[in-house]
């Protein structure tokens, strides 16, 4: 080796462990650096979703409502509502206590929409109830992930920023399947969650029937020779409507004695299975917050009424997007199972409740 | 809709790119006998280093592919002979709304499904 070569050696060596020695005292300020990064360009890429969808809303609330005054700030005010979840150390009637929280923020949001949208019929103004909803979820999901990143950030705090960036993939992909939602929702289509309300709109196809509770409808049919009740929510406008109070209605009001009720519901299945895969067992099927699955299990226990459920299943990308061909298969499949389970678990003469649950956009009855 | 994609990292073009200089000045200074033998080495490893930065600029480069516009369609079916029709979806649409006649059997035809029209996707096999 030569003496160019020795002193190369000594150069190499020496950028070596300088190399190590920083790391060691500054690997974990590298690997924050990185994360912050990281997080910054996806907080961009949120911001970027949370102006589409708002541009969106007011764009579609001029043209469906044709408001005199410009509604953007009205609809800047409604991006940022919020609900306060009731205190719960001591948890007995909570859910009655959420269940009206939710009435009177479902009432406050639908009479918000009509100020701002006065031209919009009643399926325009469910549908862009959703709409704003949507755009409502994703300006929150920007507002915590920024509060977190900046709080990170200003206090140095490695745990929160390492939280954060490890749960972004799963927000991000939350992120986008609300932005999928938004031209459903301003169109009017059906989306994955209108599984249920499907399925019972095919059952109902040219009976008549009868509004029943806040914004659900209900019908009668015939089944191998079981009369059956079919429940879904009012179309073809977004609503998920109140199948609980439905049910309670029609069990204690109108006094039928169900011999088994059948729920019908998206859900969200698991990495690896199939969109439309059908599955059946036993509890009520329905989503949300958990105050109609309450009202649903105690009316079921106290009248001893046994609840199947049969599930659609979907991600929840899927689920807020347009409804995909393997869904309608779904449902169709999900019908048959419906039919299999009627015939198995009740007599000829019996009387049977069918609940569609879900979001009925753009499905009828 | 965009999915959620990685990007190439700048930083790791940045590397190896110095990596590149580092193997030209490498055989430079040390001479082919000290480090890599033959001169024909290190042009070759100069070589493999400069398409690998070539292949990272372009991917950094490159626009993210264009999101396919999907065409929502809506599936009218007879009722009394099944026919089906299929045509784009228009704004009022809904399922199983009543349009039109079968042009087949002058039956009425209803809305029976709406849905975007996919290319048929390739799904990954997976191993368990």
Same mark, same amino acid.
């Given at each position: 080796?030569?003496?160019?070569?020795?002193?190369?050696?000594?150069?190499?060596?020496?950028?070596?462990?300088?190399?190590?020695?920083?790391?060691?005292?500054?690997?974990?300020?590298?690997?924050?650096?990185?994360?912050?990064?990281?997080?910054?360009?996806?907080?961009?890429?949120?911001?970027?979703?949370?102006?589409?969808? *708002?541009?969106?809303?007011?764009?579609?609330?001029?043209?469906?409502?044709?408001?005199?005054?410009?509604?953007?700030?009205?609809?800047?005010?409604?991006?940022?509502?919020?609900?306060?979840?009731?205190?719960?150390?001591?948890?007995?009637?909570?859910?009655?206590?959420?269940?009206?929280?939710?009435?009177?923020?479902?009432?406050?949001?639908?009479?918000?929409?009509? *100020?701002?949208?006065?031209?919009?019929?009643?399926?325009?103004?469910?549908?862009?109830?959703?709409?704003?909803?949507?755009?409502?979820?994703?300006?929150?999901?920007?507002?915590?992930?920024?509060?977190?990143?900046?709080?990170?950030?200003?206090?140095?705090?490695?745990?929160?920023?390492?939280?954060?960036?490890?749960?972004?993939?799963?927000?991000?992909?939350?992120?986008?399947?609300?932005?999928?939602?938004?031209?459903?929702?301003?169109?009017?289509?059906?989306?994955?969650?209108?599984?249920?309300?499907?399925?019972?709109?095919?059952?109902?196809?040219?009976?008549?029937?009868?509004?029943?509770?806040?914004?659900?409808?209900?019908?009668?049919?015939?089944?191998?020779?079981?009369?059956?009740?079919?429940?879904?929510?009012?179309?073809?406008?977004?609503?998920?409507?109140?199948?609980?109070?439905?049910?309670?209605?029609?069990?204690?009001?109108?006094?039928?004695?169900?011999?088994?009720?059948?729920?019908?519901?998206?859900?969200?299945?698991?990495?690896?299975?199939?969109?439309?895969?059908?599955?059946?067992?036993?509890?009520?099927?329905?989503?949300?917050?958990?105050?109609?699955?309450?009202?649903?299990?105690?009316?079921?226990?106290?009248?001893?009424?046994?609840?199947?459920?049969?599930?659609?299943?979907?991600?929840?990308?899927?689920?807020?997007?347009?409804?995909?061909?393997?869904?309608?298969?779904?449902?169709?499949?999900?019908?048959?199972?419906?039919? *299999?389970?009627?015939?198995?678990?009740?007599?000829?003469?019996?009387?049977?409740?069918?609940?569609?649950?879900?979001?009925?956009?753009?499905?009828?009855? | 809709?965009?999915?959620?994609?990685?990007?190439?990292?700048?930083? $790791?073009?940045?590397?190896?790119?110095?990596?590149?200089?580092?193997?030209?000045?490498?055989?430079?200074?040390?001479?082919?006998?000290?480090?890599?033998?033959?001169?024909?080495?290190?042009?070759? $490893?100069?070589?493999?280093?400069?398409?690998?930065?070539? $292949?990272?600029?372009?991917?950094?480069?490159?626009?993210?592919?264009?999101?396919?516009?999907?065409?929502?369609?809506?599936?009218?079916?007879? &009722?009394?002979?099944?026919?089906?029709?299929?045509?784009?979806?228009?704004?009022?649409?809904?399922?199983?709304?009543?349009?039109?006649?079968?042009?087949?059997? &002058?039956?009425?035809?209803?809305?029976?499904?709406?849905?975007? &029209?996919?290319?048929?996707?390739?799904?990954?096999? $997976?191993?368990?």
């Amino acid at each position: 080796m030569g003496e160019g070569g020795n002193i190369w050696t000594v150069i190499f060596q020496v950028a070596f462990f300088a190399f190590i020695i920083a790391y060691f005292f500054y690997g974990q300020r590298i690997q924050l650096a990185i994360w912050n990064r990281d997080i910054e360009r996806n907080l961009r890429r949120l911001k970027f979703l949370r102006d589409k969808a *708002r541009e969106k809303a007011v764009k579609v609330v001029k043209e469906i409502g044709k408001p005199e005054e410009d509604p953007t700030q009205r609809i800047d005010q409604f991006l940022e509502t919020f609900l306060i979840q009731p205190v719960d150390m001591d948890p007995a009637g909570i859910v009655w206590k959420l269940d009206h929280l939710l009435d009177v923020r479902d009432l406050s949001m639908k009479d918000t929409v009509r *100020r701002i949208a006065p031209k919009a019929d009643e399926t325009s103004l469910n549908n862009l109830e959703n709409l704003l909803e949507a755009a409502l979820d994703l300006n929150q999901i920007y507002r915590v992930v920024r509060h977190y990143y900046l709080m990170g950030r200003r206090t140095n705090a490695y745990i929160i920023t390492a939280q954060l960036h490890m749960i972004l993939p799963l927000i991000m992909d939350m992120a986008y399947a609300y932005d999928g939602a938004l031209g459903a929702f301003a169109e009017g289509q059906p989306i994955g969650d209108g599984a249920g309300p499907l399925l019972a709109c095919k059952l109902l196809a040219g009976r008549e029937v009868k509004k029943i509770e806040k914004d659900m409808v209900y019908g009668e049919a015939e089944l191998d020779g079981r009369r059956i009740l079919v429940l879904k929510a009012e179309g073809p406008g977004g609503n998920v409507g109140k199948p609980g109070e439905a049910l309670e209605a029609l069990i204690n009001t109108y006094g039928y004695r169900p011999s088994i009720i059948v729920m019908v519901d998206a859900a969200l299945k698991f990495e690896g299975e199939e969109t439309g895969d059908v599955s059946d067992g036993v509890g009520a099927a329905i989503g949300g917050i958990g105050t109609e699955r309450f009202r649903i299990e105690e009316v079921a226990h106290k009248h001893k009424i046994p609840l199947y459920a049969v599930i659609i299943k979907e991600s929840l990308k899927e689920a807020i997007a347009p409804m995909r061909k393997e869904i309608y298969e779904g449902v169709n499949r999900a019908l048959e199972r419906v039919k *299999r389970i009627i015939r198995e678990k009740t007599k000829e003469n019996d009387l049977v409740v069918i609940a569609g649950i879900g979001n009925t956009i753009g499905i009828a009855q | 809709m965009a999915g959620y994609r990685a990007r190439p990292n700048l930083g $790791l073009l940045i590397i190896l790119i110095l990596i590149f200089l580092f193997m030209v000045m490498a055989g430079n200074f040390f001479g082919q006998e000290e480090l890599f033998g033959e001169r024909s080495a290190s042009t070759f $490893l100069g070589f493999i280093g400069l398409i690998l930065i070539l $292949l990272l600029f372009f991917k950094l480069m490159a626009q993210p592919p264009a999101v396919p516009k999907t065409r929502i369609v809506t599936v009218l079916k007879c &009722e009394k002979c099944n026919v089906k029709n299929i045509r784009d979806f228009k704004q009022g649409d809904y399922i199983p709304k009543q349009e039109g006649k079968c042009p087949g059997c &002058e039956g009425p035809m209803y809305i029976e499904a709406i849905y975007p &029209e996919e290319p048929p996707r390739k799904k990954p096999k $997976l191993k368990f």
